[in-house]
């Protein structure tokens, strides 16, 4: 869940996040046709895929796998998001940091 507080937007993390499943590897995002990191002369790559409709006893939603990846890193972390999720980012950013 997002929350704004003071000067900062927060998107709450916690162990239910986190996938039951095996965190790909970097190779595997060469082998998905993904540009390579250092191509493009950055260290890390958020990657946004996977995604999944949930549903619960009020609604049904989607929910994104969202993953960062880093030639430093044997596996990289993954939670699943929801699209709200982005908009409060989104939204975050943009008045902190407009175009």
Request: charge should be negative.
């Amino acid at each position: 869940m997002a929350s704004v507080s003071g000067s900062s937007a927060v998107l709450d993390l916690n162990d239910a996040d986190a996938e039951d499943t095996e965190a790909p590897s970097v190779a595997d995002d060469v082998q998905e046709g993904a540009p390579l990191i250092m191509e493009h002369g950055y260290d890390i790559a958020v990657k946004v895929d996977a995604p999944l409709k949930q549903l619960s006893t009020l609604e049904t939603f989607v929910t994104y796998r969202v993953r960062c990846v880093c030639a430093r890193w044997a596996s990289p972390p993954a939670v699943r998001r929801r699209y709200n999720h982005f908009k409060a980012l989104h939204a975050r950013l943009t008045q902190r940091y407009p175009l």
